[in-house]
């Protein structure tokens, strides 16, 4: 039987690449997102063509300019892949040293500054360096041959430069019971069925980010897994327009004014994030694309090295950070007040914030460790103090930004009626700020902080920083985990003269 012609729904890898050609510019990849013919729903329909649609488009603006950035700026955005012996975008780049990592934490912040949203390909370029010590270890362990599936598929992934989104979180249904518990078996995300081609996968993934803007989804285990969980121990690539795929799109805050006419009560036109439950309804993946399969004991292995990768990642807020930073400047300049002590204090104050949160993700690069397969990780305690910190300091910075703001930030009239002919020339006269400052600027800057403390983009710099990557308690977990609190008792115990080491 022909490899390109096993059974009608049993697609093989190599069709499944076949549908792909390099990707080069942002252009390149919104051209590659259309015609695809998959099943995504926004307000209940179905959207003909998700690339079109006004709410979804800002989405994957943001991701294009990943593709952009490398064209413009190839020393942060690209890398040597010693894999196909090529410059490689560095979202798709297995981190080789712990320079590797620094330079991904600069093009994160890169893309907050030029976004200020969510761009993301993190979590899928997490992956790439997750899967490539997952697959070995596991291979080392089991003799299975993982690791060169692995190996095959960033192959092609890296020649075609396209999106990994990373499937992680299940719904988890009743929380007190492991997966194998639950009333709903598809509640996590398992095997139906195994074939002689591969394997069939249902379930769900929730709340993806990128999800429908990506090519390909990695699907992993969401949590660490016991024996009896044995067909949910699964890690597999699946493409975007595999057959049984649903996507229901996440709504945001303000979404609806991307519908309405004018571009500047959407304070941020051009860049957006995106959110996506996506179902997976008995989906096949061929066994070349199969990474895991009952290795139920590497799973907790597999969430901790994501989680460690990927807490550092949100390194990206700080970018969105200088974009407040900056916003708050601008807005009291515009007020006429930016020459008061308390105002430069307050900028001050968002800046020591903001580097703080950068400082953490740098080092926790910097003291990046070597794993058995040859890559990097980062240090995994300073990775959860970076995203702990994520989770608070970007409330701070919004609160100060928004009181250097002004009420006027909630109480703005539309865009509309300061077109009117009626309602504009009163808006004109008494909005007016610093006499030199055109009414426009301080209206498109007031909307720029209301998408990003109360808007659109609060979900990527606000709620996404609590919760992504793992809410606050999950990051206090691990650090309790590795804090090595009595090895810190007999420092002080020494110092106090008590115990073995002071001699007393
Ligand atoms: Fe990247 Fe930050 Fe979005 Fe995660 S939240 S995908 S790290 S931009």
Redesign the pocket.
């Known amino acids: 039987m022909n490899a390109l012609h096993v059974h009608p729904h049993e697609e093989s890898a190599e069709r499944r690449w076949s549908r792909f050609k390099p990707i080069r510019s942002g252009e390149d990849y919104i051209s590659s997102l259309r015609n695809r013919g998959t099943d995504l729903y926004l307000f209940g329909e179905k959207v003909a063509e998700p690339v079109d649609h006004p709410i979804i488009r800002p989405s994957i603006n943001a991701l294009a300019m990943t593709y952009d950035l490398a064209l413009e700026d190839p020393d942060l955005a690209t890398a040597h892949s010693e894999l196909i012996d090529a410059p490689v975008n560095r979202f798709l780049h297995i981190v080789g040293s712990p320079n590797d990592l620094v330079m991904k934490n600069r093009m ?1 912040r890169r893309m ?1 500054q030029l976004t200020g949203t ?6 899928g370029l997490d992956t790439v360096s997750v899967l490539h010590s997952l697959t070995w270890d596991i291979d080392a362990a089991h003799g299975t041959s993982y690791h060169q599936r692995y190996l095959e598929f960033m192959r092609h992934a890296q020649a075609n430069n396209i999106v990994i989104g990373a499937g992680m979180t299940d719904p988890k249904g009743d929380r007190s019971k492991r997966p194998s518990e639950q009333a709903d078996p598809d509640m996590f995300m398992h095997v139906t069925r195994r074939t002689e081609h591969g394997i069939y996968v249902r379930g769900a993934k929730a709340h993806m ?1 990128g999800g429908w803007n990506s090519h390909w989804i990695a699907v992993m285990p969401t949590m660490n897994l016991g024996p009896g969980d044995k067909d949910y121990a699964v890690v597999g690539l699946v493409p975007v327009d595999a057959a049984g795929l649903t996507f229901i799109y996440g709504r945001q805050s303000c979404d609806t004014r991307a519908m309405e006419s004018g571009k500047i009560d959407q304070g941020n036109a051009r860049f957006g ?1 995106q959110e996506a439950l996506v179902v997976f309804d008995d989906v096949f993946i061929p066994h070349e694309h199969v990474l895991m399969d009952g290795e139920y004991t590497f799973a907790q292995l597999m969430v901790s090295r994501f989680t460690s990768y ?1 807490r550092a ?2 390194v ?2 700080t970018g969105l950070g200088d974009v407040m930073v900056g916003a708050a400047a601008a807005i009291a300049e515009y007020n006429g007040v930016d020459q008061a002590s308390h105002v430069k204090d307050k900028l001050v104050e968002m800046t020591h914030l903001n580097e703080t949160i950068y400082s953490s993700a740098i080092a926790s690069s910097h003291e990046a460790k070597q794993l058995a397969s040859g890559i990097f990780m980062n240090d995994e305690m300073l990775a959860n103090v970076c995203k702990h910190n994520v989770t608070r300091f970007p409330y701070e910075i919004s609160r100060l930004a928004q009181d250097l703001a002004g009420g006027l930030m909630v109480t703005l009239p539309s865009e509309q009626e300061f077109e009117s002919e009626v309602t504009g020339p009163i808006l004109r006269k008494y909005l007016q700020g610093r006499a030199n400052v055109p009414i426009e600027h301080r209206q498109r800057m007031l909307r720029l902080i209301e998408n990003m403390t109360l808007g659109r983009n609060a979900v ?1 710099y606000l709620t ?1 920083s609590l919760h ?1 990557a793992g809410s606050p308690q999950a990051q206090r977990i691990q650090i309790q985990r590795q804090m090595d609190v009595e090895k810190k008792k007999k420092y002080a115990q020494n110092l106090a003269g008590i115990g073995e080491e002071s001699g007393n």
Do not use: D, I, N, P
């Not at 969510?118 to 979590?123: I, T």
């Open positions: 994160q907050g969510c761009f993301q390909r993190c979590a980010t994030g990927h990642s949100y990206c807020k990527g996404e992504g």
